[in-house]
Each structure stands twice: as structure tokens, then as C-alpha cells.
């Protein structure tokens, strides 16, 4: 049973999810929303608030595991040191992120939008007025926070594993098997929670006060959102072009179906197969490029970056925070370190919208709201969005990489 209720694509579950909250929503069951009691005994939140909370109660320290585990992984099994192919194919990959870095800075610079409600429309806390952070206290903040102590303890993890495998050799690949298996079980877990999330949090918006105003007031993330990234995805197709010597009708042919694939699966790791097909599209040979997009999928998330950048950036502003260029740029740079850490499975970076909110003095309450609201469109356009420029990223990258490297002399011992 459970079996094919896998199978279901994310999609059509989420769009379910939604359409129950729409209709209870409009007969009038509003006791979802009500807290259950027992006479007058308070027993538990609401239903709604439930399912909300089967997401993003144990997402965050499953996710810190995932990364520690993951990254220990990687560092385990990872062989010899870095050398030219992938010295040029990761300056793609930090070439493409920073490009995606000014990009939504400068997309929020220029539309200032009221996104999310403020904690005063939301009755969360009274207005009043936010001190400013000091830069050197929010780098302090940044480098402390609890995804980057997972950051760091999974490097560690690595390093420990490598020095077990003189005496253990093969502990590397087994700590890869178990990360591969945490994974799988994690998407399992997003399967089931994603769609009560969606369902709670809407169910929730719409029986607030002015709740279709939020959803309307929401979808104007859309434009920003798609629009920056179509932006960059067209500056990275003009650079690649060049690079290659191709053509646009060439580049189109070569990339399209890869991002078919990204927007259906939602999914980086499901799209390493269609990655695979546009690197050999573009010129490079799909075994020599598998080690490349393969770390791409895991460490390049140009989409990523962005999402999490827009999106931090609008809450802080509805929160009250006076929102500087300074800002902009410690939390478009914050996403690019906390984007390496996502992993590439349906939304599963929307816990670290958490983390860059609060890190930045927004409250946690107020920073659960801003998660709960977006992942509504979050699952259904924006994770999408995403997924395809990462995707794309990772073919383009290593394409360039390795037309460059046979271009010029080695500079770097493999």
C-alpha cells in the first residue's frame, strides 16, 4: 500500500493537499483550526497546527543529521586532491553562484514588496522597534549557528572516517551506503509530511483573518523569484555559448530536456541521468563528466542560493528589520555556504529559511510563520524553479570545465 502511495508523484500530492484545504475552507470547518480540548481541558494544537508541525517539528534535526552524515560521507570516500579538470569546472560552479548572488540582491533592491504579513497582522508580537545587529555580531552569528557546528562536525566525520580506513579499509564506503540510506528514508519522510504541511499551513492562512489576502499578497514572490532566475539562467547559457562555440538553437536543444526533467522531478538527484545526457549534449564525454556534476549536485546550488536569499530578505523585511545593502549581501553570501549543505531532494532546504531569519534577529515564531506560508507555493513552483537552475548549473559547469581544460596547459597535478 504504502509502495505506491510512493510511486504518486509529490505533485499530484501536494495539489490534493490543497485542494481539501480549499474546500474545507469554504463549507465552513473551521474547527481544524481550533485547538482540542476535552470540556475544558486543553488536550493538543489543532489539527491544522498538527499537520504543520509533522514537517517542521523534526525536519530540522533530521537535516542536521543528513548534512553531518552526508558530508562525512563524502570526505570519506572522496580519493587524491584537486586537480585541473575540477579546479576549472568548480570555478564554474562559484563563477554561475556569485552571478546568482548580485542577481537577487539585486532583484530585492529593486522591488521592495510587501510579501509576508508582519507580526502585528498575524497577532504574533507588538510592533516595536528592531535594533539593529552589529555586521561583525551577525558574521559571529553566521559562522555559530547550528547548521554550520553541522557543517563543521561533518567535516570532522570525514576526517575521522579517512583515518579508520588504514585500519578498516571499506569503512568509507559503508558510511556512503548508510548516508545513501538516510536519504532515501528522508524523501520517504518528505512523501508523507510535505503534503500534511501544505494542507496545514494553508488551512491555517485561510481561516485567518484576511487569509486570502495573504495567499494574493504571497504570490507576489512569483514574478521576483522566476524572473531573477530566468535572468541568470540566460547569463550562464550566453557564457557557456561562448565558451562551447555553440549556438542559442544548439544550447536550447542540449539543455531543454535536462530542465524538463528538473521541473517534473523537483529532484537534483533525480535529474542526474538527464545531467549525464546534456554534459555528452554539450561535448563533454558523459563518463568523464559523471565525478564533476555528480559533486555539482551536491555542492552547486545556484537555485538555491537565490530562493533562500529572496525569500530571507522579504521575511526580514516584513518582520521590521531595516534591510541594508550590508544586509543583502551577508545573507545572499549565507545562503551560498548554507545552499552546499541542502540536500537534493523536494524542499528540503525550506528548514533553512529558519535558520537565516532567526540568525538575522527574527523572531523563531515569526520565522515558522514565514516557513509555514511558503512552502503552500513552495513544493508546487518555487522548489521547481530551483531545481532547474541548479541542474543546469551542474551541466553547464562542467562542460565549460572540461572544454577549458583541453584548451589550455595543465596547471594543476591530477
Not at 541521468?273 to 568523464?288: K, N
Request: aromatic content about 8%.
Amino acid at each position: 500500500m504504502m509502495t505506491r502511495y510512493y510511486n504518486i508523484p509529490l505533485l499530484f500530492l501536494v495539489a490534493i493537499a490543497a485542494a481539501l484545504a480549499f474546500l474545507f475552507w469554504s463549507i465552513g470547518l473551521s474547527g481544524l483550526v481550533e485547538p482540542l480540548k476535552m470540556g475544558d481541558t486543553y488536550l493538543t494544537k489543532s489539527i491544522a497546527g498538527l499537520a504543520k508541525d509533522a514537517l517542521f517539528v523534526p525536519l530540522k534535526p533530521v537535516m542536521y543529521a543528513l548534512i553531518i552524515l552526508s558530508i562525512g560521507a563524502s570526505i570519506a570516500i572522496s580519493r587524491g586532491g584537486m586537480g585541473a579538470k575540477f579546479a576549472r569546472v568548480l570555478g564554474f560552479f562559484i563563477g554561475f553562484s556569485l552571478i546568482g548572488v548580485f542577481v537577487a540582491v539585486a532583484a530585492h533592491t529593486l522591488f521592495p514588496i510587501d510579501v509576508f504579513d508582519s507580526p502585528s497582522d498575524l497577532g504574533l508580537a507588538e510592533t516595536k522597534t528592531i535594533e539593529p545587529i552589529p555586521f561583525l555580531k551577525k558574521i559571529y552569528g553566521v559562522v555559530t549557528s547550528p547548521l554550520m557546528i553541522s557543517i563543521y562536525a561533518g567535516i570532522l566525520l570525514g576526517r575521522a572516517l579517512k583515518r579508520l580506513e588504514a585500519q578498516h579499509p571499506g569503512i568509507g564506503q559503508q558510511a556512503d551506503i548508510v548516508s545513501d540510506l538516510f536519504i532515501k528514508g528522508f524523501i520517504k519522510f518528505l512523501w508523507i509530511t510535505i503534503p500534511l504541511a501544505v494542507f496545514g499551513s494553508l488551512t491555517l492562512a485561510l481561516n485567518r483573518p484576511g487569509g486570502i489576502e495573504t495567499l494574493a499578497k504571497l504570490a507576489k514572490i512569483l514574478p521576483v523569484y522566476v524572473g531573477s532566475m530566468a535572468v541568470v539562467w540566460v547569463l550562464m547559457v550566453a557564457i557557456t555559448s561562448r565558451i562551447l562555440g555553440h549556438g542559442l538553437s544548439f544550447m536550447g536543444r542540449a539543455l531543454i530536456p535536462q530542465a524538463v526533467v528538473a521541473i517534473a522531478t523537483s529532484s537534483s538527484m533525480a535529474t542526474l541521468p538527464a545531467t549525464r545526457i546534456a554534459c555528452d549534449q554539450l561535448g563533454a564525454d558523459a563518463d568523464e563528466a559523471t565525478p564533476f556534476y555528480t559533486v555539482g549536485a551536491t555542492i552547486n546550488m545556484v537555485g538555491t542560493l537565490m530562493g533562500l536569499t529572496l525569500i530571507s530578505l522579504y521575511g526580514m523585511q516584513a518582520y521590521g528589520v531595516d534591510v541594508t545593502l550590508s544586509d543583502r549581501l551577508v545573507v545572499a553570501f549565507q545562503s551560498l555556504v548554507y545552499a552546499t549543505s541542502a540536500a537534493g531532494v523536494p524542499s528540503s532546504s525550506i528548514v533553512l529559511i529558519q535558520e537565516l531569519l532567526t540568525s538575522h534577529g527574527v523572531s523563531g515564531e515569526f520565522a515558522t510563520y514565514v516557513t509555514g506560508i511558503i512552502i503552500t507555493i513552495d513544493t508546487l513552483i518555487l522548489d521547481r524553479m530551483r531545481t532547474m537552475l541548479n541542474t543546469q548549473s551542474d551541466s553547464m559547469s562542467t562542460a565549460n570545465g572540461l572544454k577549458l581544460y583541453y584548451k589550455t596547459p595543465k596547471t594543476l597535478v591530477d
